[in-house]
Nanobody
Framework: QVQLVESGGGLVQAGGSLRLSCAAS????????MAWFRQAPGNERERVAV????????YYADSVKGRFTISRDNAENTVYLQMNGLKPEDTAVYYC?????????????WGQGTQVTVSS
């Protein structure tokens, strides 16, 4: 009952930047956490960053810490992932996700994914 629409993926050279957007609609009042995940071919799905619905980041993966920033625009119900200093190993499909539960860590709402490709 939460719909997520992603945008902002694309092709960029190493060292460049991209900003991903995730627009949430529906029962957004029930959202507890928003997160970005990514998955590259042959790799496990990786949790990249997590933010409270109120806009406080709570987690960054070690692989992106210092380069990526997650944020939220309350007025637009949109979560962003600013990606700076991109590396070829950042190439993956990036997914926006939302969860409503406070006890479990299951993300039950997912976007369709957006491809990020970083060339060397």
């Amino acid at each position: 009952q939460v719909q997520l629409v992603e945008s902002g993926g694309g092709l960029v050279q190493a060292g460049g930047s991209l900003r991903l957007s995730c627009a949430a609609s529906g029962r957004t009042f029930s959202i507890y956490r928003m997160a970005w995940f990514r998955q590259a071919p042959g790799n496990e799905r990786e949790r990249v960053a997590v933010i409270t619905w109120g806009g406080t980041p709570t987690y960054y993966a070690d692989s992106v810490k210092g380069r990526f920033t997650i944020s939220r625009d309350n007025a637009e119900n949109t979560v962003y992932l600013q990606m700076n200093g991109l590396k070829p190993e950042d190439t993956a499909v990036y997914y926006c996700a939302a969860r409503t539960g406070r006890v479990t860590a299951t993300y039950e709402n997912w976007g369709q994914g957006t491809q990020v490709t970083v060339s060397s």
